[in-house]
Structures are given as structure tokens and as C-alpha cells.
């Protein structure tokens, strides 16, 4: 038979035709093929055996006795819900065999009195069927791969918590072991590095709340780091007010963590020396896109001005950390002198 596939496994057909001689013959060419075939006459026959299940595929003739088979399939259901038809009609008009179509039917044959027709009806039955079966099958790896992904997401949200808490907890050590010394330069140290941490925990406290664990929007972000660092420094007596102006924009988890520290190092030597220890000043982060593909992130203060040259005040390590966070994030940091005041920008490619 010049017209079949080559189809591994045998197929059970429902046949909906009220002409019992053709009938035999159908089920006669289908069990050459190794196909078993089941015969009714009418749509209950037929709607009771497809909600039995093991039913395949559909053989549907277009005329019967008391309805046709445009009725039954309009009675079976969506596509999904039940197998695949395949519609048969004597008719020659293409109009038929369109709204058969139209109204679910997954192939068409005209039905005649040659050996060609049994061919053919073979051959749509063995190619509708395993077009289904390949698309049930892409179903359900795609409904495995939402499963998995869904519980890797939720996995990797729990971790994300885990981290958070735990870096709280490293921070809140910290803090306490800062109140508890007395040199002021180790003080400063502990405090410094309190602000390092929490920035990172930040990030993971930001991506076990949000839909999408793989990025972070940095304007959310950002604005809740320098928040809890303003919050911080101001309960020592620093009086600053910072302001933020941050467009909402998604980095992937290791460009956030580098990106917070580095606002998070640029925000405290702001707090701490670009005003005179009685003065209030005010600290502005913000951030643009730029149209070379860049996102800018400036911290702005109006204090005593600093062009980065020269040496750093306190340790140093706050300089070392912005060189090598720079490098990390394949950023520019440049400083500029305002009047009054610095203007410190951090540049990189945003893909």
C-alpha cells in the first residue's frame, strides 16, 4: 500500500459509518495494516466509546441515517479533549471538506469506489494519528519542563531566603561588635564592612521576592540599599539626607551584587566625608540609560568636592573594593567636581 507510514505500533480506529459493506471492507484493509478496527453507526454509539477511552483516532463518514458527521463532531469536543478525526465525504464539494476542518476534523478523504480511497483513508488515519501522538508528546515534555523549572525556581527562592537571613545575621554581628569597640578607625572599619554585607543580602532578599529569580531590578534595588544605608549612617549622628532618581531596569544576580556594593562604597564615603561633620548636605544616587547601550549610575553630593586624585581618606580598602567591583562589572568609575560638591559615575554595558 503506496500511500501508508511507516507506524511502529498498531492503532485502534473508530469507525462512524451507517454503510455496513464498506464498513467490513474499511475494517478488512485497516487489519492488513495491523490496525484494529471498531465499527458504530451512529454519534451515541460513537461520543459513548470515545469517553470509554481507547479509542485512537476517528473514522467519520459524512452521511448517516439520522444526523451527519458534522453534527457528531460538533458533539465530541475541542481537539484536546478527545483523539483526532478524520472526516470522510462523498462529496466533491471543497466547501465541506473546509468546514469539517473548521470545526475540529484534523484530515479530510472523498470517499469513492476504488481501491485508491481505502489507501488513502489508511494513510490520513496512520498520519493524523502520529501527528497527534508527536504532539501530545511535545505536550507533556513541555508540561515536565514547566514542573522542573517551577521547582527549581522555588528551590533556588528558598536559598535566595536562606542567604539573606543568614547575611542579616552576619550583618547584625557585626553591627553589634561595632557598637561594642572603642577606637573609633576600627568602629568605622566594622561599620564599613556591615554596609558591604548587607548590600549583598540586598540582592538576595530582592530575587526570593520577585517573580524572576535570574534578575534584579537594580532601580527597586538600589533604592531600598540606600535607604537601609541612609537609615543606618543617620543613626550615628551623620546628618544627610539622600534623594534617589533610579529608572527601573533588570541586571542579571552577579551585575547587581557588584553594582550594590559598589553604590553601597560610593553612598557611605559620601556620608562620611563630603561635609564637615556639623554640616547637612544632601546625597543624590541616580542613574540613566545611555544611548550607547550603557546604564550610568551617579552618587552626587555638594559637599567639599574630590576629582579622585590624590590620597583616599580613611583606610583605602573602600577605593580597592570600587577597583576591583569595577573590573568585575567591565565598568568605568570617573569623578568629576562640581560646584560645589563631587559627582562620581559608574559606566558599563548594560548586555
Same mark, same amino acid.
Given at each position: 500500500?503506496?500511500?501508508?507510514?511507516?507506524?511502529?505500533?498498531?492503532?485502534?480506529?473508530?469507525?462512524?459509518?451507517?454503510?455496513?459493506?464498506?464498513?467490513?471492507?474499511?475494517?478488512?484493509?485497516? %487489519?492488513?495494516?495491523?490496525?484494529?478496527?471498531?465499527?458504530?453507526?451512529?454519534?451515541?454509539?460513537?461520543?459513548?466509546?470515545?469517553?470509554?477511552?481507547?479509542?485512537?483516532?476517528?473514522? &467519520?463518514?459524512? !452521511?448517516?441515517?439520522?444526523?451527519?458527521?458534522?453534527?457528531?463532531?460538533?458533539?465530541?469536543?475541542?481537539?484536546?479533549?478527545?483523539?483526532?478525526?478524520?472526516?470522510? !465525504?462523498?462529496?466533491?464539494?471543497?466547501?465541506?471538506?473546509?468546514?469539517?476542518?473548521?470545526?475540529?476534523?484534523?484530515?479530510?478523504?472523498?470517499?469513492?469506489?476504488?481501491?485508491?480511497?481505502?489507501?488513502?483513508?489508511? %494513510?490520513?488515519?496512520?498520519? +493524523?494519528?502520529? *501527528?497527534?501522538?508527536?504532539?501530545?508528546? *511535545?505536550?507533556?515534555?513541555?508540561?515536565?519542563?514547566?514542573?522542573?523549572?517551577?521547582?527549581?525556581?522555588? &528551590? &533556588?527562592?528558598? /536559598?535566595?531566603?536562606?542567604?539573606?537571613?543568614?547575611?542579616?545575621?552576619?550583618?547584625?554581628?557585626? *553591627?553589634? =561588635?561595632?557598637?561594642?569597640?572603642?577606637?573609633?578607625? %576600627?568602629?568605622?572599619?566594622?561599620?564599613?564592612?556591615?554596609?558591604?554585607?548587607?548590600?549583598?543580602?540586598?540582592?538576595? *532578599?530582592?530575587?526570593?521576592?520577585?517573580?524572576?529569580?535570574?534578575?534584579?531590578?537594580?532601580?527597586?534595588?538600589?533604592?531600598?540599599?540606600?535607604?537601609?544605608?541612609?537609615?543606618?549612617? +543617620?543613626?550615628?549622628?551623620?546628618?544627610?539626607?539622600?534623594?534617589?532618581?533610579?529608572?527601573?531596569?533588570?541586571?542579571?544576580?552577579?551585575?547587581?551584587?557588584?553594582?550594590?556594593?559598589?553604590?553601597?562604597?560610593?553612598? !557611605?564615603?559620601?556620608?562620611?566625608?563630603?561635609?564637615?561633620?556639623?554640616?547637612?548636605?544632601?546625597?543624590?544616587?541616580?542613574? =540613566?540609560? &545611555?544611548?550607547?547601550?550603557?546604564?550610568?549610575?551617579?552618587?552626587?553630593?555638594?559637599?567639599?568636592?574630590?576629582?579622585?586624585?590624590?590620597?583616599? =581618606?580613611?583606610?583605602?580598602?573602600?577605593?580597592?573594593?570600587?577597583?576591583?567591583?569595577?573590573?568585575?562589572?567591565?565598568?568605568?568609575?570617573?569623578?568629576?567636581?562640581?560646584?560645589?560638591?563631587?559627582? /562620581?559615575?559608574?559606566?558599563?554595558?548594560?548586555?
Amino acid at each position: 500500500m503506496p500511500y501508508g507510514t511507516d507506524l511502529k505500533e498498531s492503532i485502534r480506529v473508530l469507525h462512524v459509518e451507517d454503510d455496513m459493506a464498506l464498513a467490513t471492507l474499511v475494517r478488512k484493509a485497516l %487489519a492488513r495494516r495491523g490496525h484494529e478496527t471498531v465499527h458504530v453507526t451512529t454519534g451515541d454509539e460513537a461520543l459513548r466509546l470515545i469517553t470509554a477511552g481507547g479509542v485512537d483516532i476517528v473514522a &467519520l463518514d459524512h !452521511t448517516l441515517a439520522a444526523e451527519t458527521g458534522l453534527d457528531i463532531l460538533a458533539r465530541m469536543g475541542p481537539r484536546g479533549s478527545r483523539p483526532p478525526v478524520v472526516y470522510v !465525504t462523498g462529496s466533491m464539494d471543497a466547501r465541506l471538506a473546509i468546514e469539517a476542518l473548521k470545526q475540529g476534523a484534523d484530515d479530510y478523504v472523498i470517499k469513492d469506489a476504488s481501491e485508491e480511497f481505502f489507501d488513502l483513508l489508511i %494513510a490520513a488515519l496512520e498520519q +493524523a494519528f502520529e *501527528r497527534w501522538r508527536l504532539k501530545s508528546a *511535545r505536550a507533556r515534555d513541555q508540561q515536565l519542563i514547566r514542573e522542573a523549572r517551577d521547582r527549581a525556581e522555588m &528551590l &533556588l527562592k528558598e /536559598v535566595n531566603h536562606r542567604v539573606a537571613n543568614s547575611l542579616g545575621l552576619v550583618a547584625a554581628m557585626v *553591627r553589634m =561588635q561595632a557598637s561594642a569597640v572603642s577606637d573609633p578607625h %576600627a568602629r568605622h572599619a566594622l561599620e564599613e564592612t556591615q554596609s558591604r554585607i548587607s548590600a549583598v543580602a540586598g540582592v538576595h *532578599r530582592h530575587l526570593y521576592t520577585s517573580d524572576n529569580i535570574g534578575e534584579v531590578d537594580i532601580g527597586a534595588y538600589l533604592s531600598h540599599l540606600v535607604g537601609e544605608l541612609s537609615a543606618s549612617l +543617620a543613626g550615628n549622628g551623620v546628618l544627610r539626607m539622600v534623594k534617589t532618581e533610579l529608572i527601573p531596569i533588570s541586571l542579571p544576580t552577579d551585575k547587581a551584587v557588584t553594582l550594590g556594593v559598589m553604590v553601597g562604597e560610593l553612598v !557611605t564615603n559620601a556620608f562620611k566625608y563630603a561635609y564637615p561633620a556639623d554640616v547637612t548636605g544632601e546625597i543624590r544616587v541616580r542613574s =540613566q540609560k &545611555l544611548d550607547n547601550g550603557r546604564l550610568q549610575i551617579c552618587v552626587d553630593d555638594d559637599g567639599i568636592g574630590w576629582d579622585g586624585t590624590g590620597a583616599a =581618606q580613611g583606610t583605602g580598602i573602600g577605593s580597592k573594593v570600587l577597583r576591583a567591583m569595577a573590573r568585575n562589572l567591565d565598568a568605568e568609575v570617573s569623578y568629576a567636581q562640581l560646584n560645589p560638591g563631587t559627582s /562620581v559615575s559608574i559606566e558599563f554595558p548594560i548586555g
